[in-house]
Each structure stands twice: as C-alpha cells, then as structure tokens.
C-alpha cells in the first residue's frame, strides 16, 4: 500500500534553534499534504494544509511564521519549528491523500510522526 | 466548524468479548467518516471508514455504523485480540472540495485487551 515517510522521527534541540520535518510519499504524488500536532494523551489538531506550488494554509490559532511549511514537490512537504521552545515540544504528524483514479476520493495515509522535544 | 466527541476515553475488555466505541458530530454536511488505530509512537492508521451514502459497514472483525439523522456512528470490534490495544480515533470531514477536505478528530479511546 501507499507509505508516507517522516523524518525524523525524533530530534531533540536547544530553545531557540530551528527544527526542520520531512513528509515524503514514496510510492504516489500528493497535491495536498496536512500537519497535524499532538500532545500527550491528546487528539490529533490540524495545524495546517499544504498545497504544492502555493502557500500553505493555517488553522487559527498556528501561527505562520513560526511553522514553515514548504511544499515544493508533489511528493515532499517540510514543517520548519522555527525558534523553537520548549512549549513546542510535541508529536508532530503528517499526512498525504493518494488523489488515484476515479469518483472517490482516495485514502488519507499519515507518516508515523516526528516527536520533538525542546530543551 | 465541525465538533467530535468520542466516547469513552478509556475501555479494556476481556479478550474475546466485543468493544464498542461511540461519536458523535455536530456538522450535518459531514459525510466521510473514517476510524483510526493508533500505537504507541506512531502515525494512525486507518481501519475502516463509512459514507454519508451507507449505513453500516464490516470488514471481518471491525464494523462501522452510521445513523445520520442522530449524527453518530460506532466502531463494533468483535472477538477482540491482545493486538486490538491500542488508541483508536474517529474522524468526520466533508468531501465538498476532493482532496483538500478537512478531517476532525474526536478525543480518542484507549482500548486494552486484557488476555
């Protein structure tokens, strides 16, 4: 079946560095790639929506310059934790829909996560 | 925007029994519901999913049930494994705009199978 890859999957910084994630679909391209962050024992929360060749789209609440997200091929989009700090501390999810052939939408496939933690 | 409440958070069942797990969604425009497992560090995976269009779904042990009107679907496990465990994820999005539609998560229920 469909893959999608994050790396890393875990990476610990300083307070104050940037931090980028990898989300690669191996095996189909992704027009529309989705971030997601997750807390401890919590709920997946949407953060934003990238689209290749164009800006990403960000739920209130997420701020945009301190999540890059950049979606410049139609199999790789990056989150960038920028000055980050320990509150960002968090497992952060990727997911990518395999558009296939025919009237229904395909499968959502989601990475298995880059856990950060913020020293 | 749309809101899930997933019920219970917390469930363990004796291996072999059934486990039943409820959402509810307040959209009405929703119509693509998906369940997801997810293990300990690591992404969720989907297990079964429903549309607006069908009212129940099965795929051997793992069931889905849609009642529109009530605005809540179920997730039926039967003959439930130690490999059942896990935290299971329910979603409800609407398929207006294909591919960019948006999924809502509800809060999650963590399920133990007790052998």
């Known amino acids: 079946g469909a893959v999608v890859s994050q790396h890393p999957s875990r990476v610990i910084c300083k307070s104050g560095t940037s931090v980028k994630i990898e989300c690669r679909s191996l095996d189909f391209q992704a027009t529309t790639m989705f971030w997601y962050r997750q807390f401890p024992k919590q709920s997946l929360m949407l953060m934003a929506t990238s689209n290749e060749g164009s800006k990403a789209t960000y739920e209130q609440g997420v701020e945009k310059d301190k999540f890059l997200i950049n979606h410049a091929s139609l199999t790789l989009s990056t989150l960038t934790v920028t000055s980050a700090h320990p509150e960002d501390s968090s497992f952060y999810i990727c997911s990518a829909r395999d558009l296939g052939t025919g009237s229904n939408p395909g499968e959502l496939f989601f990475g298995e996560g880059s856990r950060l933690t913020v020293l | ?115």
């Open chain 2, 1 to 115: 925007g749309e809101n899930v409440e997933q019920h219970p958070s917390t469930l363990s069942v004796q291996e072999g029994d059934s486990a039943v797990i409820k959402c509810t969604y307040s959209d009405s425009a929703s119509n693509y519901f998906p369940w997801y497992k997810q293990e300990l560090g690591k992404g969720p995976q989907l297990i079964i999913d429903i549309r607006s269009n069908v009212g129940e779904k099965k795929d051997q042990r793992i069931a889905v049930t849609l009642n529109k009107t009530a605005k809540h679907f179920s997730l039926h496990i039967t003959e439930t494994q130690p490999e059942d465990s896990a935290v299971y994820f329910c979603a409800a999005s609407t398929v207006a705009n294909f591919g960019n539609e948006k999924l809502t998560f509800g809060t999650g229920t963590r399920l133990t199978i007790i052998p």
